[in-house]
Structures are given as C-alpha cells and as structure tokens.
C-alpha cells in the first residue's frame, strides 16, 4: 500500500516547465549512499539508503510555484517510510510497500504521484530533502524528483545552481519620473549561441527628449575575476574563407552546386568559361563579407602553361575584366585581388575564369576568401596628461565612402583619419596609469566603461549604446558621424551626424562611474519615429552574457530576452544578475530621461 499526504492548494500552475533532480546527484558515499546501476531507472542510476537524508537543491531566478509531481523509488523487503521537506518545511511522506526480498525488485521503480504544490516561491537556493525516517535492514533506492516550475525560461544550468545568480541584486530604488513622458523601449532581440554577436538590440523612442543621461557603473555582484577573453564557440564569424572547391575538371563533368556557390560554362569572346555564381551576408544580416574586398586563388594540375582570364561584375552591374595571367609549372597559384565595396548583399555574385577554348585540365582548388586587414593605428588627438584622446585608423570602414572630422577647440588641427576616438583618464590611485573610459565610433556607437578598479591593469567593455536617429530593423544599425568637436577641458563633444543631427555630450568620469549626459538633441526629423538610442549587448544563457535582466522605473526586472515585448519608463537599468564567464567586470548601464 502507498500512502500519501499531499497538500495541494487551489492553483493550478500555468506556463511550467519541467525538471528533474536526480538522486544520483546528490548522493554522499560518506553516509553509505551508495549509487547502483539500474536498467529502468532515470538516468539508469539509482542511490541505495538505510536510512537518513539526500539532500538535493536547486536555484530560481523569479518568484515562481513549484509543484513536486513524483518521487521515484525502488524497494526490496520490508516497509519503509521517506519523508518529504521543502526548505526543510514538512510537504509529505512516502511509504513503500514489501516486496520480495530476493533482491528481484531493485529495478521496479514505482511513482509517488504528486506530492505538493508550493506557490510564491523566492528567487534563490533552495533544498528539497528525503528523509529516510524508517527503514528495513534492506533499505530503499531513491531514483529522482520530478519538478514544474512556473517559469519557462529557466534554464537547466541555472536550475541546477551551476551558474551562480545574485536574487538579492535588483535596482527597485530607481524610480520613474512622474513629470517626464515616457520613452518606449522594443525588444528587437534575437537569438544567438555565438557569445561575439550583438544579439541584444532595444531601440529607445521619445517624441520629444531633449536629454538624457547614460550611466556605465561597475557590475552590481562582487566578483574579483576578470574574465575577459573572446569566446568563438559556435560562431561562424572570423572565418577568412568564403568559399572553395577542390578537383573540378574542366570542362565539367558532373554540376557542381553547394550551399554557398554555383558553377557553370560558358563561352566568352571565344574563350571557355567557368562561372562562378554565389551569395554573400551583408550588413542586413550585421557582418561584412559582402563590404568587404576579397582575395581569388587559382591552384591547377597541368604540365604546360594556360593563360587564364579573370572577371567578375560588380554591385553596380559593371564587368570588370582583368589582364590574362599565365600558370606554368613553376607557380603554385594565379591570384586575383577584389575591391572593397565590389559584391552585393545577397545573390548575384558573380566570377568567371576563362580559358583558351577547348582547354581540357583539372582544377585542385579554387577558393575566395576576405582580404587580409592591417591592425588598427592609434594616434594622438590630445595630450594633457590628466586626459588623453586617441584616434584610430582602421583599414576596411563598413560604410563606403564615410568620413569623419574631428576637431579639438582652440586648435587648427582637424583629424579626418579617425574611425574612432577613444579617452582615457588618469587613474588617480596611481601614477603613469591610465584608463580608457570613453569609445565613440564614426557610425554612432558608444562604449563606455567606469574606471579601472585598483590592482587591475584594465577591464572589458560590454554592452554599447548607438546614439542618434537610426533604422531599427537591420542588423547594424547605425548613425554615421560627419564631425565631432572636442572641448578637451570640459570633457565635451559636439557630434553633427551625416543626416545634419546635432547632439552635444558630456563626459563625466567619478571613481566609481562613467557618465554621459547626452543634451541639446537637435534631431531634424522626428516624424519618421525612428529610435533616438539603441542599447546592444550580448545575452547567449545566464552566466554567459553581457547583460541578464533588465529594470524600468524600479519595477521587477524583466529577462533580457524573454518576459517582455515593449516597456515604458524613464529610467532603465541594463545589469547582470548572474556572476558570468564572459566579460565579467563589464559594465551595467543605466538609462535615464532628464528634460524634454
Ligand atoms: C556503512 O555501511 C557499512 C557496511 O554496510 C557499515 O559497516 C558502516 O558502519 C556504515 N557506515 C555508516 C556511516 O553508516
Ligand atoms: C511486511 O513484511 C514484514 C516482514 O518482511 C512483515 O512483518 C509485515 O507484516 C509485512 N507487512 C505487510 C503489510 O504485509
Ligand atoms: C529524519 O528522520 C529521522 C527519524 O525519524 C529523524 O530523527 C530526523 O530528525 C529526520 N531528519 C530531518 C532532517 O527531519
Ligand atoms: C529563442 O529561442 C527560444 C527557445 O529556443 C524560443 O522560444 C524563442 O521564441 C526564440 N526567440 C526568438 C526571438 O527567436
Ligand atoms: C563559450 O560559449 C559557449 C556557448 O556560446 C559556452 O558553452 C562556453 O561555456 C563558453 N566558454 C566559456 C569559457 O565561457
Ligand atoms: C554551442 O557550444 C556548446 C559548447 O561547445 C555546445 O554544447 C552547444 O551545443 C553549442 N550550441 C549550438 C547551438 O551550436
Ligand atoms: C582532391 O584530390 C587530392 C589529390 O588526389 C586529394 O588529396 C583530395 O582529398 C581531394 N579533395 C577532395 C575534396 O576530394
Ligand atoms: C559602373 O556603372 C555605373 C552605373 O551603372 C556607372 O556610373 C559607373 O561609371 C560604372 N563604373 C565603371 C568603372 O565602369
Ligand atoms: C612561369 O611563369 C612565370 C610568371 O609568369 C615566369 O616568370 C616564368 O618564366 C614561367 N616559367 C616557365 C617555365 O615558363
Ligand atoms: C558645442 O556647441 C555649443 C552650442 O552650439 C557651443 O557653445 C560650444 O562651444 C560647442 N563646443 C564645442 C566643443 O564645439
Ligand atoms: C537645430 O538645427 C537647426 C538646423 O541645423 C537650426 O536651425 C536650429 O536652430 C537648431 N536648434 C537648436 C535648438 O539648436
């Protein structure tokens, strides 16, 4: 016979998910907990008890009802009693029944049935316990506990306490601004598993903001490891490689037809031709390899010299043809080099090889790939010792043909090389030491970080803003920059975008935090509704993530990426709760609206 106290309330549970705890996990080999393998147990372990507890636990990130649906449990010989906590709080008890005592029924698992359901659960650690509190000589075998949790988005590592979340830490102190209207923020997130994509994408829109503060403080959890490498797991990006093929003769005998490119002949000014017809991912789709210029390489398997012809059309339609190179012998590639700016977004890239007609050969291999790029040149913009300010000079610029000016006041000197400025500021614990606070990129986007804490050489960047009017919808979005003045002693900016915006920043560098007061917002055209800022940031999984939840008027936090569809407020708070792997000490980053 089973008994069962079961103490069910009224609610019924809606939006669970389910989880498991298995015994196996918990077990204590110290207290003669035993694991054994069982054929039909969860997981096929199962742990063997005479008596006393297995204590098993697990974590919520939200207040959450949790119903404890099952226990599953073997017994062999005489009656046992296991008794059931919550939080050690007393939920039910379970007896199991004799059976043979031939040890035959080890691996007959039996169910519980729902045992209790425990409603407004805290964020948090929590313990579910099984008191073994009367056992026979043979004891019992605990296999799992079968768990719904009313929150969907929990994730497994997170529900086993394997990544750790601060329930303590929220950011209900900041509330909203009664006098101000509300700014609307979209969730235009999607979903990535590659940790360097910026999957985070919250446009902010205003009718008529006229300032506002953007506020990059340290992470709220205490953590003093500093994480801060790039993670390319499951990321497509960084590969040079566009696309290759290897052993094609020629003429071809068989269609060569792959995910990226297609191949077919032709003839051509009395030549034969090979034609190569591919796609490329474009800014749309947030990377470059339509932007930027390419690299072709032709390796071929024959005795006696070909002349080979080289041509491709442009984004504009043009035909581009280049001079005839010949392969002999005693080279190990032909190779032709591809402007930048040259392919298009999408399909209808075309290349073509064209040979002297009725040439029979093999072709080893023939690939495309990105053209190499020179590192990135720093340069000096200002110097006073207290603050400096660097421009950079980058070699492949993602908008074609972009310039912009930068000017420091007081100075005929006008830097157009830039493609970003960066500043830095004195750390006042030390000497000779500095710290970069501040990044501004020519197409709007902004970095901020508060100062390198003591005994650290730096720290890393996180989650950026893109100040200025942009199209929210694709995967760059961006608001070049035609100039930016610098008034290096009040740490202001003048930025005058391409489209003939104005904006003027401040830069406010305390110990503790970085402020930008972004003010006199002189954007033209505020009918098109478009977004005045962007926060964009990185979330993969809790613990894994740039930014975790998200806060609006001190209200409850919301999950970065799930929970919410649209938000009103005038105070945002962009943190981690979870202590995570990427970045670490990267910033939060507090939005709030001033004046409008
Ligand atoms: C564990 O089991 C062994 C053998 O059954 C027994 O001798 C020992 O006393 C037990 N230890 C504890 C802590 O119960
Ligand atoms: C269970 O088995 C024990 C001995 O193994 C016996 O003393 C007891 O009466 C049995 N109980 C039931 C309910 O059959
Ligand atoms: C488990 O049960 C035993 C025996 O009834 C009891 O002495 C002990 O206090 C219980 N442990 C807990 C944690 O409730
Ligand atoms: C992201 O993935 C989750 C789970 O796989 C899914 O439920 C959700 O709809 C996805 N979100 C988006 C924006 O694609
Ligand atoms: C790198 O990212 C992947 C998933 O994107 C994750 O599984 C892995 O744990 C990360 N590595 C580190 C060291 O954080
Ligand atoms: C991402 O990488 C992790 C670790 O290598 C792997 O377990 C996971 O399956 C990958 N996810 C995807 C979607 O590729
Ligand atoms: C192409 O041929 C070479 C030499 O016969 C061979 O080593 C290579 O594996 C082949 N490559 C493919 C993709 O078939
Ligand atoms: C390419 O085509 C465009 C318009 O179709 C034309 O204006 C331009 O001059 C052409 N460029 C070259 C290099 O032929
Ligand atoms: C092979 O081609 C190279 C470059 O075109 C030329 O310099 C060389 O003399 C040629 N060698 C032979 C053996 O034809
Ligand atoms: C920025 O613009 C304001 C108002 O137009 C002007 O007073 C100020 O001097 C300018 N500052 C710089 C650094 O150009
Ligand atoms: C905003 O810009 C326009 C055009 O550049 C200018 O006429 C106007 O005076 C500016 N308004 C303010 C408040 O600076």
Redesign the pocket.
Known sequence: MLFLFVILSSVTIANTKFFRLEAEDFAKP???QTVHQRSSASNYKAVHL???ILKTEFCLTKQSHISIEDVMFSNDGGEDEIEVYFDWNHMGEIKTRNSSSSGQSWNFFKTSGPIAEITNVKPGHHVLILNVSKSDPHGVELDMIKLFISDEDLEENVFKCEVFCYDSINHEHIAGRDFLPSARIDQRSFNTSCTEIDNIVIPFYHDSAKEYIVKATHPRYKAFINYRVSNFTNCTMGSDRIWAYENISFPLDQPYHTERALLSESHIDGKSALFFHFSLDGPEKGVMDSEIGSTFRLYLDTKDPVEVGFLYYTRNNNLSKSLVQVYNSSVEYLSWNIPDFTWKEGKNNILGLLFPEKTKLIIRKVELEKRKQKLDTPFHIFDNTDVIIEGVEIDFWWIQGHKMAVKVVDSDREFTEAKYIRIYTRVPWETDKYSQVFVMYADGNIRLLPMTPPGLDWIPFGSSLLVGYSDPKTRRPSAPISQIDIDPKLNTLNVTYVNGDRATIDLTVTFSETILSIRNLNFTDKKKHLPFLTFRSMWVADGNADVDHVSVNGNPPRRILSDWETLYGTSFVFYRKCLSSHNTLSPDIRVQLFQN
């Open positions: 110290w207290y003669n005479h008596g006393g």
